[in-house]
């Protein structure tokens, strides 16, 4: 069995690392981050939970994933790194692609990357992304990354993003593993079609 152990909700990004670094010593297969781009102060979307509450506190600590896993990465030598979730809708999929290559990179291919949709509308409001479209957002994102991913020029033509001939490095050495979180028939659609 492989345990993961998560550090959502742990206050001050000073404490990622050693604990990072314990969870590896104590035999933990590796450690999870998640993400929020911004938190607003009110919201009036629903956390898809049988309550509709969030458990954390408005004030927790959301610091950059890829930042993060990185420097944990470079702190330890064999656990695993992963989001859990990333909001890879909220962004481009060019700096999204780098900074995950890099984290791999950095950590020696201890990357994978878990991704959903997202649930706070305010959220991509503020980014100002469509809420509504974020699914399909989030499904070409994923097939731009994989394709950015492979080191070589690549050229795109979908409803979000349209592009010729670019090349990204540094590439990954191996590849990076995609996992799709959420309870939706669409998110479960998506997660049959990546690695899990």
Known sequence: ??????????????????????????????????????????SESVYPNSDGSSWWPKEAHWPDPWIILSAIGMATSSLQLSTN??????????STAKSISTASLL??????????AGWQKEEFDFAGVDFHSRGRRLDEI?????????????????????????????AP?????????????????????QDG
């Open 107 to 116: 950590s020696n291919n201890r990357i994978s990357c878990g991704l959903a």
């Open 1 to 42: 069995m492989k345990h993961w152990l998560s550090l959502v909700g742990v206050s001050g990004v000073k404490h990622y690392i050693e604990l990072a670094q314990l969870a590896e010593q104590l035999g933990f297969y590796g450690v999870v981050v998640a993400d929020h781009l911004l938190v607003p102060s009110t």
């Open 85 to 94: 979730i990333y909001l890879a809708a909220l962004r481009d999929p060019f």
């Open 173 to 193: 050495t191996e590849p990076i593993k995609i996992m799709v979180g959420g309870a939706s028939a669409p998110a479960l659609r998506r997660a049959a079609l």
């Open 142 to 170: 994923i097939v731009i990354m994989k394709k950015l991913w492979s080191g070589t020029e690549v050229s795109h033509e979908g409803d979000f993003f349209q592009f010729n001939g670019a090349l990204q490095q540094p």
